[in-house]
T-cell receptor, first 113, second 113 residues
């Protein structure tokens, strides 16, 4: 089955810096790669996703890149703000009916002002 | 609200007792999932459902069973709770028409003593 590795497990940056979180996956059939943000005590929420027919996707200060050949994808946050502090999870799956997301172990991002 | 509710929100139970967690949705989504979240392990898939009475096992299904007799309800049962099942349990829903993006419930914090 699918296995998703996520690095780093913790990341500390200064406000205004960029943050990058990387994930690798094992199943070459996977073609859907979402990222979730979980604030302390809250539920995970989808912030951005990408499919295998796209190499990069942006939404304001966040972007995701995908390298299907190398089986890795990354989350990029620019101009970080204290409210970006949270746990971020990557995930992977196929988009076939009946499959489920497999998540990485998460990255705790701390943005200090 | 996200259209998905979990109950109870918190529960303390004794080792060896049966426990049932409920996930209820008002979105009429076909797919429902149960994950557990533990420090250092991220979100791990327990069971999922792709329709009424259609369920499948996830990566950590031992000791858990599920049932889905109606589209809106997905029940997770711990037949005989153990301390290793102390965790935060999240339910999620998704639908093909929404590109499989998950919406998570608020979670159930279960403590087995």
């Amino acid at each position: 089955g699918e296995n998703v590795e996520q690095h780093p497990s913790t990341l500390s940056v200064q406000e205004g810096d960029s943050a990058v979180i990387k994930c690798t996956y094992s199943d070459s059939a996977s073609n859907y790669f979402p990222w979730y943000k979980q604030e302390l005590g809250k539920r995970p929420q989808l912030i951005i996703d990408i499919r295998s027919n796209v190499g990069e996707k942006k939404d304001q200060r966040i972007a995701v890149t995908l390298n299907k050949t190398a089986k890795h994808f990354s989350l990029h946050i620019t101009e970080t703000q204290p409210e970006d502090s949270a746990v971020y999870f990557c995930a992977a799956s196929t988009d076939q009916a009946g499959t489920a997301l497999i998540f990485g172990k998460g990255t705790t991002l701390s943005v200090s002002s | 609200d996200a259209g998905i509710t979990q109950s109870p929100r918190h529960k303390v139970t004794e080792t060896g007792t049966p426990v049932t967690l409920r996930c209820h949705q008002t979105e009429n989504h076909r797919y429902m999932y149960w994950y557990r979240q533990d420090p250092g392990h991220g979100l791990r898939l327990i069971h999922y459902s792709y329709g009424v009475k259609d369920t499948d096992k996830g990566e950590v299904s031992d000791g858990y069973s599920v049932s889905r007799s109606k589209t809106e309800d997905f029940l997770l049962t711990l037949e005989s709770a153990t301390s290793s099942q102390t965790s935060v349990y999240f339910c999620a829903i998704s639908e093909l028409a929404e590109n499989y993006g998950y919406t998570f419930g608020s979670g159930t914090r279960l403590t087995v003593v």
